[in-house]
T-cell receptor
């Protein structure tokens, strides 16, 4: 049973606008959350993370929000650029367990 | 260069054959992982290792064998390949449960 869910398989956004990617999880033991970006024929690349003691973490154009009571996190990309076109994976872990559980991914397409 | 490398990048084999996928990291990370990526499933954990000579099963271990005699290497063996094991395989490593995992570029394995 998938413990991390990304319910939107794809997202299309215009260049310069905001991209919002969503992720839900079911395991209340998860305390560490990450987003990865993946281009074709390459491995996933770490983008940004957040621990459960925070509700927001920002890194340049990327911001991750965590709502622990709702078991929900989101990734905002502002402004979206053509190079952001990729598959984005949400991942979560109980750090004492050090294993990651991944969502199925959301394919983002940024239109010029 | 420091990093994590996987070999081969592409492999075609036949059902019933044994095949080994190699993974090598130069960071001296304690933790190493093998995932497979399939459409609709994201990345699923096959096996992981907390240190040399310590390995454990992940979510989908059946049909796979791993070993870790040295910290830097974590080979994955399919003892008798089946068509259902056609997939893209990713190796990853990390220094702790609170640090992101870093991924290799993957091995695309096709079993005919």
């Amino acid at each position: 049973d998938q413990q991390v869910k990304q319910n939107s398989p794809s997202l299309s956004v215009q260049e310069g606008r905001i991209s919002i990617l969503n992720c839900d999880y079911t395991n209340s033991m998860f305390d560490y959350f990450l987003w990865y970006k993946k281009y074709p024929a390459e491995g996933p690349t770490f983008l940004i993370s957040i621990s459960s003691i925070k509700d927001k973490n920002e890194d340049g154009r990327f911001t991750v929000f965590l709502n622990k009571s709702a078991k929900h996190l989101s990734l905002h990309i502002v402004p979206s650029q053509p190079g952001d076109s990729a598959v984005y994976f949400c991942a979560a872990s109980d750090p004492n367990d050090y294993k990651l559980s991944f969502g199925a991914g959301t394919t983002v397409t940024v239109r010029a | 260069d420091a990093g994590i490398t996987q070999s081969p990048r592409y492999k075609i084999t036949e059902t019933g054959r044994q095949v080994t996928l190699m993974c090598h990291q130069t960071w001296s990370h304690s933790y190493m992982f093998w995932y497979r990526q399939d459409l609709g499933h994201g990345l699923r954990l096959i096996y992981y290792s907390a240190a040399a000579d310590i390995t454990d099963k992940g979510e989908v271990p059946d049909g796979y064998v791993v070993s870790r005699s040295k910290t830097e290497n974590f080979p994955l063996t399919l003892e008798s390949a089946t068509r259902s094991q056609t997939s893209v395989y990713f190796c990853a490593s990390s220094s702790s449960g609170w640090q992101p995992q870093h991924f290799g570029d993957g091995t695309r394995l096709s079993i005919l």
